[in-house]
Every structure is written in structure tokens, then in C-alpha cells.
């Protein structure tokens, strides 16, 4: 049944049947729902937007994005982490031009409107030149305050919203906090470096399902692993678990024989005992990778451990999948490592992920030719007749583990699709702004 | 040496026809035949160019694009010579235009820059990607061939405008 785009939420709510495993290709793409998701989705939900580990001191700051706006997340002179639309209140020009750095006051470039780094206005003759000559009435401070997101962390990890009414971060991330636990509250992390950024010709929900619910794509896209016998066969593609924690977020877990040991370094285990209980300590035991997506687009991998040399090693990291159009994204690329683990073990695990992941990555070529070319096929499916629906049922009538330690429905083996309807049902929620997002 | 040249004639058109000579290797995609032109101890690497007011250092070699060792480029070549290297597969029409270089003789090596314009056009859109920088290249001579033992490679874009470097620099 062809329903065009005049009424686009009773399209959506005609189609989109996530619980059925039954996803219409055009919301891939579809201008309408973009401009939906802006507002609706990014404009409402929690969006990670920097770890703590780049804001070292207090006046350090790095500008990135909530949806399509710019923002400064900052460190204040008080050490509080605030985040500021990047826009002068003036005339709305943008304050921070550059990727990052560390400054006492933000001076606004076109009239020198300047600011402090908790957002307030400065005021006479600092806050404005001439002011007084210029502005014979005066300035209301208060109402030149700079436009402030709601702000809260965990584990590291620096989260923003717009909604300053709504859910608090810990409410949002619910039981997905507990397997964020293993991957970036094991050990203190720090960002290596600053993040690569790309940009990719697919629609930013791709790659977050991809992160989130596809694990059944890598013996096929990355079946050169196998070729070059990296790895055996699809196993690592299988065995594991997969995990629907509820809230649109998803995650896949590959583990390996524990008679095998950990694969981590062993002198950061006494830090992981210290940061992780005895369940989660066991599963990272265990880990032989790691992925997920945090809703909507913040994803992060442990990749597959590979040898290299006689050690087997993984460089982890985080991604954004930053919207630049409807069909269009940045990728945000953060490599992490343990702050204090051996000089070797960081050294291996840096080189591990540039050469698997990141812009060059072996891996990430393969998924960005099929993003693109499904962004393609979405932008025609626009225009058909007829609904094209695609296949998301993949494991929909199997039962989650009743044993399993951690929250959350987890799944024996990583084929399963359970997380990526959640997605799209928790997508599809915030976009008809139907419960909280 | 001639005088006023700070390297010889001959030096200049060996760098040069080497270069021009990887540069064919690559767009023919004779990656097997590249990868002898790299020593056994190279290292090759691409730093992250990033946003920052005049004055600030904009290249960050603490993260890099490549990373890379004669084995890793090896493994590299190793994939896009199998048949389920689908970034490449089909290729990329590549063609690489290398300019502007300057030789500076050292103790046993050539320190030798020189700017990379790589055109890169792939599938029937009619779309191009155009990745311009500088690299930093060492060679030394071994067995009388030059050979390349560093590249630092960096790219003018501080969000690369190519969907993948499934390309090498």
C-alpha cells in the first residue's frame, strides 16, 4: 500500500512493525523522517559527547555535535563540565571554531560579545566593547546567558540532552550501565589522541544497528579474516551472547573458552577486580570481543583480539555516527586504552586498531561499502508504489538465557536481531513522540 | 655535486623516476611489486590533521590514519588480492600525481618530501574523491635500488572527505 510522505507519521505507524521483524526501507534515508529525527530523537534524547579523559584541566574544552547543532563541552574554572550551544546570543555566530583547546573565556569572533566558561555573559566593557556607548540601557545579563544542555556522566563517559526535564542518564542507560561497566568502567581509559572523523554517504541508523544487533554480517563482509586465517571459521562471529538490555540499546558479546584465560593484561587485573563484581569480572574473563550501540548513535567495540607477534591483542573504541543529512554521516572514531596499562600492551593495541579499525581499518572499508550502497537503494525506494520491507527477525521466537549474570534478555549465540527491533520500536517511539526517548 | 645544487641531477631524477614509479605501481595496482619498494624495517604512518587556531600544532601523531610495519602493509596487500576485499572489489580508478619535490641528503639516507594528489573515482556516479597532502618520505639505497624506510604522510582535510583509505597514501 503506497502512502506518500503528506502525512509521514501515519506512514510510519503503518509500516514500521519492529515487533514483527518488519522494517520499511525508506526510513533508512527518507528526508521527512530525518527531519523528524532532528527534532523528535536528537533534539530530546541523551547524546554522548566527549569522555572525561579530554578535558583534563580546568578551561579545557572540545566542540562537537548534538545532532546537526554545534556545541562546546567545557571544563569551568570550577571544574564542573558544562555544554553550550556554540552559538553567540548576539547574533548567533559560532564561538569555538576550532576542534578543541583550553580557554578562560569564549569571545565571540564578530562583535566580541565574550563569555566565561561556566556560559555567563561577562558583562560591561568585557562582555561587550563600547558597551556602554553602545547599549545606553544596559545589558540583561541573565537573558545573554549562553543556551545550556542538561549535562550528567558515567563511567567516564560525558552525556548531553536538551530535555532538562526528562529521564536521568542513569534512568536512560538502565541496564545497558552494566556491560558499559566491562567496557569502559574496568579500568580508568583515556582517549588516545583526538578522534579520526570521515565522512560516509549512509544514513547515521546503518552503522547503529550494524554496532548494535549485526553480528551475523562479519563472516560474510569480513570473511577475509577467515581467507587469511586470522580466525577460524565463523565462530567468532557466533559464539557469545547477544544482548537486548531494553531501551533501544543492543550489544553482542563473542567469548572463548575460559580454560583459555583472559586476553587482557594481566597486571591491570587487580584494577579490574577493584572496578568490576565477580560476574562481570568473569565475563571479561572471557571476552574475545565486544560490540554494541548506546541509543541512538554512540556506539563501541572491543574488536576481535588477533595475534600480533605472540600476544594477542585488541585496540577498543568508541564511535559516533554523527548525522550531516538525511543520507549522509561523520564518523567519530575514539580510540581508548587502559591509562595504565604496559607501554607495549598500548603501543600493540593503537597499531591493532588503526590497522582493523578506523578510516583504513581491514573491517571498516568492507561496512562502509554496504552502508552506502543501502543509502542508495533507500533514496530510490522513496519514490516506488509499493512498501519494499526488509527481514529483521532473526532469532524472534528464540528464548533468552534464564542463567545469564547480567540484565537485560540475553540471547546463547550472537545471531539474534532482538536488539535491532528495540531499536527501531524505541526509534519509532521518540520519533511519533510516543514515551520518552 | 654541481654547484648551487644542494643534490646532484642524477639524485633528482632517481627520486623522482622512483616516486613516479610507485605511484604507477599503485594505480595499476601492482601491490605486490609496491610493497618491494618499502625496506623490511619501514614504518609508515599518517597523523590526524585537526582544527586549531593559528599558532597550535594541527597534526596529532599520537593517533594516526596508518599505522603501519612491512608486515602490516604486507597483510594489507595480502587481503586486497582476495577475492572478498569488497571495499576495492570493484576497484577504485585511482590516479596519483606527485609534485613539489624537495631532497634533502642525510647520513645515509634521503629525507625527501613531496605532495601527493590522489584522484580517486569508484562505481558509475560519476562522484570523485580528490585526497591531496604531503608525505615525508626516507629513502635509502639497498642493493642499489632506493628503497623507501619512512613515510609520514598528511593528509589537508581534518574530516577526510573519502568514505574509507582503502587507497594507500
Not at chain 1, 565486544?290 to 541512538?296: A, D, E, K, S
Request: charged share 25%; with cysteine; net charge negative.
Amino acid at each position: 500500500m503506497y502512502m506518500p510522505n503528506a502525512d509521514i507519521r501515519a506512514r510510519l505507524e503503518a509500516t514500521v512493525d519492529p515487533e514483527a521483524g518488519a522494517i520499511p526501507m525508506f526510513v533508512y534515508t527518507d528526508p521527512d523522517v530525518y527531519r523528524l529525527e532532528l527534532e523528535n530523537l536528537f533534539g530530546r534524547t541523551w547524546l554522548y559527547v566527549a569522555h572525561e579523559s579530554e578535558l583534563p584541566e580546568a578551561g579545557s574544552f572540545v566542540v562537537r555535535r548534538m545532532g546537526e547543532q554545534s556545541v562546546i563541552v567545557g571544563r569551568g574554572d570550577d571544574e564542573t563540565v558544562r555544554v553550550f550551544l556554540n552559538s553567540c546570543r548576539h547574533r548567533g555566530m559560532r564561538l569555538a571554531n576550532e576542534d578543541f583547546g583550553c580557554t578562560e573565556m569564549w569571545r565571540c569572533p564578530y562583535h566580541g560579545f565574550t563569555y566565561g566558561s561556566k556560559g555567563e555573559f561577562l558583562g560591561t566593557l568585557i562582555g561587550a566593547p563600547y558597551e556602554r556607548q553602545a547599549y545606553p540601557e544596559g545589558l540583561d545579563k541573565e537573558a545573554l546567558h549562553l543556551i545550556e544542555a542538561r549535562v550528567e556522566s558515567y563511567r567516564g563517559m560525558i552525556f548531553a540532552t536538551w530535555n532538562l526535564d526528562g529521564p536521568s542518564l542513569d534512568e536512560f542507560l538502565g541496564n545497558v550501565r552494566w556491560y558499559l561497566d566491562i567496557v569502559l568502567g574496568r579500568a580508568e581509559m583515556e582517549v588516545v589522541g583526538v578522534p579520526q572523523k570521515w565522512i560516509v554517504p549512509s544514513g547515521w541508523k546503518l552503522p547503529s544497528e550494524n554496532f548494535c544487533a549485526d553480528a551475523y554480517h562479519t563472516a560474510t563482509a569480513h570473511s577475509f579474516l577467515a581467507r587469511l586465517k586470522l580466525v577460524e571459521g565463523v565462530d567468532f562471529g557466533r559464539d557469545g551472547y547477544h544482548v537486548d538490555p531494553g531501551g533501544g540499546h543492543g550489544l553482542g558479546i563473542g567469548v572463548h573458552d575460559p580454560a583459555e584465560g583472559s586476553y587482557f593484561p594481566d597486571s591491570l587485573e587487580a584494577e579490574y577486580a577493584r572496578n568490576l563484581d565477580a560476574e562481570q569480572l568473569g565475563l571479561l574473563h572471557r571476552v574475545k570481543n565486544f560490540h554494541g550501540n548506546v541509543f541512538p548513535n554512540l556506539s563501541f567495540l572491543i574488536p576481535n583480539f588477533i595475534p600480533m607477534g605472540d600476544q594477542l591483542v585488541s585496540g577498543m573504541m568508541l564511535r559516533l555516527w554523527q548525522p550531516i543529512g538525511p543520507d549522509k554521516l561523520e564518523v567519530w572514531s575514539w580510540h581508548l586504552v587502559e591509562r595504565d596499562a604496559p607501554a607495549q600492551w598500548k603501543r600493540l593495541a593503537r597499531k591493532m586498531y588503526v590497522q582493523t579499525f578506523g578510516v583504513s581499518g581491514m573491517f571498516d572499508q568492507d561496512d562502509t561499502e554496504n552502508w552506502e550502497a543501502q543509502t542508495l537503494n533507500s533514496n530510490t525506494a522513496l519514490t516506488r508504489p509499493d512498501e519494499v520491507m526488509l527481514h529483521y527477525a532473526m532469532g524472534i521466537s528464540a528464548a533468552p538465557l534464564d542463567d545469564f549474570p547480567g540484565p537485560g534478555a540475553a540471547y546463547d549465540g550472537k545471531f539474534s536481531e532482538a536488539a535491532g527491533r528495540t531499536f527501531y520500536r524505541t526509534w519509532l517511539d521518540a520519533l511519533l513522540a510516543r514515551g520518552a526517548a | 655535486m654541481s654547484a648551487g645544487l644542494a643534490v646532484d641531477l642524477e639524485t633528482r631524477l632517481a627520486v623522482s623516476d622512483f616516486l613516479i614509479a610507485e605511484a604507477a605501481a599503485l594505480d595499476e595496482r601492482r601491490f605486490e611489486d609496491w610493497l618491494e619498494l618499502f625496506t623490511d624495517d619501514v614504518e609508515y604512518v599518517a597523523p590526524v590533521r585537526v582544527t586549531r587556531r593559528s599558532g597550535t600544532p594541527d597534526i596529532v601523531d599520537e593517533i594516526t590514519y596508518f599505522d603501519e610495519n612491512k608486515q602490516s602493509l604486507g597483510l594489507r596487500v595480502k587481503r586486497l588480492l582476495t577475492d572478498v576485499a569488497w571495499a576495492e572489489d570493484p576497484p577504485s580508478m585511482t590516479r596519483r600525481f606527485v609534485s613539489n619535490i624537495r631532497i634533502t641528503p642525510g647520513d645515509g639516507e634521503l629525507a625527501v618530501k613531496n605532495n601527493l594528489l590522489l584522484f580517486r573515482s569508484r562505481g558509475d556516479s560519476g562522484a570523485y574523491d580528490l585526497i591531496v597532502g604531503e608525505r615525508e618520505d626516507a629513502l635509502r639505497e639497498e642493493g642499489g635500488e632506493l628503497r623507501i624506510c619512512r613515510r609520514r604522510a598528511v593528509i589537508d582535510q581534518a574530516a577526510l572527505g573519502t568514505k574509507n583509505l582503502g587507497v594507500f597514501l
